[in-house]
Structure formats: C-alpha cells, structure tokens
C-alpha cells in the first residue's frame, strides 16, 4: 500500500517557513489597523447559496472550481472559494453595518477552489483581504487602494505594477454590454471555446481572455469607458486625480474586469515580474449591490484580496524569506536522570520569565543533549551538571560566542534579566 500523501494541490506548512508566514501575517495586521479596520473571522463553508447569490453563478469560480457537498441533513455546503460573500453574509446576520458606518473589516485565511494546481496557485490557498463597507464615495476606493499599497511597500517588495480600470455604474455597464456582445457576435466562430460559452452570459469576461485569438478581436471592441456617464467618469476621475498628487504610479487598463459578477466602478490589480507570465498577486475594486444580492439593504462596498502563497514567492525571489526555525531562548542539560527534577523545574521558571525554554525528554548524554540545543537553534545552553547542583550554582554558555559563565543559584533571576 502506497503511503499517504497531502492532497494534490494542498501544502504542508513547514516548521521552517512558519516564521515567513508569521512577518506577512504580522504587515497584514498592523497595516490594516493603521488604516482602522477590524479582524472578522468567517467559518470555511457556507451554504453554497451564498456564493451561487454572491459570486455569481456565470463565474468560474461557481461554475468550475467549488468543493460542494452535502452534509448529513441534506444541506448544500461548499468550502470558501473567495471571502466577499462570506463576510457581507455575517455582516449582513450580525447588523455590523447598524453599529459602525463605515464598516472597515480585514480578514486572512484558508479558501479553496478546484483548479489546475501550478507555481504560487494552490487548491487550499491563503489570502488577505480589507473590505470598506456602506460607503459609496471614491475616497472609500482610494484608500483601499492606499492600504493595498502600504502593505506592499512594508513586506519590501521591490516593484510591483497597480493597473486600474473602471467598469462604470451599473447602468452604464448594462449598456455597454449589450454593444459589447453586438460586437463579438460578429466574431463568434473566432472566439475560443469560453468565449463562446461566456459570450451571453458574462461577456466582459471575453475581453479579459488571455486566449492569443481572444485579444485580437478584442483589441478592436468599442472600450467600455466611451460610455461612461457624468456620475461613472466623475467616480473614477476622482481616484486616478488622487493617485496622481499622491505620486503612486498605475496603469490604466481597458480590458480589466476582474472575474466576478459583482463588481462596478473602481477595479484594480497588482501584478509583479518576479512571477512571471502569471504576474497577478491581488486585487478588488468596488461592489455597490452585493449586499441586495444576499438579502440586505443597500450598502455599497469596495475591498481588495492579496494571494499570500503569490506573495511568498515574490519575497523568495527578492531573497527576503528567512527559512529558519524559531530560536529557542533556553536549552536546560542535565548530567543524569537523577537531576531532571531540578532541570524541570527551571525550565518552568524560565518560562514562567517569558522565556521559550527546553529540556531533554529522551535521557540522552550531555554530548547528545549539546547536540539537541544546536538542533534547536537555542540562544544559551544552561547547565545543571553534578558539579553545579553540588555547589548550588548555574552555568550559562552562549551558544554563538561559546562564553561560558557560572553562577550562584540565588543569582538566577537577575542574570536571565541580563543575558535577555
């Protein structure tokens, strides 16, 4: 019998990349809370009308890539494939709009969707996100956008690429979507086989394809900002205006439109050359109807989404990821069995200090116990041998410099004080 393996396109999250793991969650949060947004924590699934409601059911996401099940009572469920949903749903159940106006939420955790695993993309994958809720005005687009970019700039990644779109207001989308399918009609045997299956359905999609025979006839559709009322170029006219007198560089990209069904006005993504052909690493934009969809009042929304995995492999490439275990403050070595008493006990005192501290759990030799304290990367050796014990003393070893000092046992609070 084979033995067991992760399941494909899932990761085990190594002791040595824990502590990567730990700075990006740690960026996450204290850039978040200097913007002022809060943690919301949502459970992994949900009735799957959430998303089929949410996401929209002309997505890929819905119509390819969701774990859909049934639980025991007969309930469709489906794990998490995006967090938008989830959190308008417990903000909507919870009244969070009703004790704080403007919401400003922030979330990080595990989603899945069932696709071809590759570089960076995973079938569990991680994310990061910040979302502004019940707030119309283009201010509320420009700091999620700020956020975004402070987090960026505070993990250290070297360059990165902000294109931006707009999709105009809802009236104005409807519109252009009907010129929008005019037009590729005119080239339906062309297109590839999902634009021909989007083409009624969700026909902005087909001009965010990156199929070679897709671009070509896109790169003549009429540009959905030609149609562009005074409230839709207003929106947008106010962000760009402000990203320029705040010196943040973008690109303006016609054909960006994001892949769900709920978004309007303001649309932006990140995109890095370290990853290469597939080069996005996050993004979001505005949703002004989202919470109507899922049986609440109206609340106009924006918020944005970071691939952690994509992130990590931008760090990588930058050589900023640290692939080391955790140091170990303390490592306690006893000379015989006899004396673990006495190891046990200081051990619990340097922890009870605030110290990280171990000792042997396998009665091995001192030579073997050194060993173990090399193993776990510990700061200081300390030393409880027969000749120590006998002499109410304590030995210390640094084990960077190989300083080695003794002292009284009554001294043991003060000395920690001093070497940490």
């Known amino acids: 019998m084979a033995s067991l393996q992760s399941v494909r396109g899932t990761k085990d999250l190594l002791p040595s990349q824990i502590q990567d793991w730990y700075f990006i969650e740690n960026i996450f949060r204290k850039c978040a809370e200097q913007f002022g947004y809060t943690e919301l924590r949502t459970p992994i699934f949900e009735y799957t009308e959430v998303f089929l409601r949410g996401v929209g059911d002309t997505t890929d996401i819905v119509g390819k890539e969701m774990y859909t099940f049934d639980d025991k009572s007969g309930n469709s469920l489906t794990l998490r494939p995006e967090m938008t949903a989830a959190l308008v749903r417990s903000v909507i159940q919870n009244s969070l709009i009703q004790q704080s106006s403007p919401t400003k939420l922030w979330y990080f955790g595990p989603f899945f969707r069932y696709e071809r695993p590759q570089k960076g993309r995973y079938r569990q994958f991680h994310q990061f996100g910040a979302e502004c809720l019940n707030t119309e005005f283009p201010e509320s687009d420009l700091e999620t956008i ?70 070509e006839i896109s790169a003549n559709a009429p540009k959905l900002k030609e149609y562009f009322d005074n409230e839709s170029a207003d929106h947008f006219g106010f962000v760009i205006k402000s990203l320029d007198e705040l010196g943040i560089d973008y690109t303006l990209k016609d054909n960006l439109v994001r892949g769900l069904d709920y978004y309007s006005h303001t649309v932006f993504e990140f995109q890095s050359s370290y990853l290469g052909s597939q080069d996005s690493f996050g993004g979001g934009g505005r949703y002004n109807r989202l919470f109507e969809e899922l049986g609440g009042k ?76 090399n193993r776990l990367n510990a700061k200081y050796v300390l030393i409880l041998g027969e000749d120590e014990i006998k002499n109410n003393q304590i030995s210390f070893k640094n084990m960077e410099s190989g300083e080695q000092i003794t002292i009284a046992q009554a001294d043991f609070e003060a000395q920690i004080s001093n070497l940490i």
Do not use: C, W
């Not at 519109?175 to 037009?183: A, D, S």
């Not at 026909?203 to 897709?214: A, E, G, H």
């Open 146 to 215: 700020l956020l975004a970019n402070r987090i960026i700039k505070s993990l250290g990644i070297a360059e990165s690429n902000l294109q931006i779109n707009s999709l105009g207001n809802e009236t104005v989308r409807a519109n252009y979507k009907e010129e929008l399918k005019n037009y590729l009609k005119l080239h339906f045997d062309k297109l590839s086989e999902d634009s021909q299956r989007r083409l009624e359905s969700n026909p902005l999609r087909v001009i965010d394809s990156k199929d070679p025979k897709d671009i």
């Open 298 to 373: 109206k609340a106009p929304s924006v918020g944005f989404a970071f691939g952690v995995e994509r992130l990590l492999l931008i760090l990588e490439q930058q050589n900023l990821l640290s692939n080391t275990a955790p140091r170990l403050d303390f490592y306690v070595m006893t000379s015989n069995s006899n004396d673990l008493p006495v190891a046990i006990s200081y051990t619990d005192r340097l922890i009870k200090m605030g110290k990280s501290a171990n000792y042997d759990l396998h009665r091995k030799s001192f030579k073997s116990q050194l060993k173990d304290a």
